[in-house]
């Protein structure tokens, strides 16, 4: 009884870690993305709040904590209240496999490709009931948008899987980041390493895939009619995904935690930092896409190029007997 306390109560107190690190990196990611899209754009970013800017996330979320909290008169109570608690759980739920190091992660299970994949495509809900519970016709158009953009684009996430699965025989993700102690699976498989970020940024809905909270078109899109701390939890599920899928890409592509001379998770938080920027350099970079132009780049384009390069991967492994 003594010892399954004792378990418990380190497993709750890793969870705490675990959420307290996740959440203080996805506030200080904001003020890095907004730092680096000022460089991008030859101005300077925030740097009014405590030196050098470092106190702006802190202030972000005062604000909107404070912020007052407007509700739709004709909107579903229930659902409009639930969505964004939805969004936050899921966005956090991914990190619960994720290995940090060697035995530096909350649980390790046999299926945790699986798991990954099944929790992501909850936080589609989120979205589709923030859309139609406002009752608002934008927020609508967004919900729409991201569900058929999600179906699409979790195909072409799935079909790069597959591929990590067949070089490292295992769903298990410390698993997979031990069979790239020789060579990272980005360098033996750089198509689907490709198509993996080019269907993440996707499935998290970053510019140029950013459809379902178009500015331009939906004026904020799902979340229109969400203020306060409701929109913040969205905000924040936001940038977890971002963090997530970064993760998530440098444990079945890059190595994981594995590097020469450093520590494993400070290896690990390298490479996760090194995609992050790259996510905000794809920002600064290009331009929307059309509707149209995104779900004929889904499935006329990534997924014929997913299937091809599953079907080239068996063929190869069973041609040296594997």
Known sequence: MNATILFLAVLLLKCLILIGVVLGGMA???LVERKLIGRFQYRYGPNRVGPYGLLQPIADGLKLLFKEDIFPSQ???????????????TALLTFAVVPFGPSLYLTDINVAILYVLAVTSLGVYAIVLA????????PLLGGLRSSAQMVSYELSVGLAVVVVVLLSGSFSLVEIVKSQENMWFAFK???????FLISSIAEINRVPFDLPEAESELVSGFHTEYSGLRFAMF????YTNMIAAACIATTLFLGGWLGPFLPAPFWFGIKVLFLLVVF???RATLPRLRYDQLMKFGWKV???IGVLNVIATAFFLAGRGQ
């Open 189 to 195: 498989q750089p198509v689907a390493f490709a198509l």
């Open 302 to 304: 990534l997924f014929p």
């Open 28 to 30: 200080y990611m904001t």
């Open 131 to 138: 859309g139609w519970s406002s009752n608002s016709k934008y």
């Open 75 to 89: 909107a579903d109570k229930f659902l409009h209240l639930l969505a964004p608690v939805i969004a936050f759980i």
């Open 280 to 282: 905000v350099w794809i």
């Open 235 to 238: 905000y924040i599920a936001e």
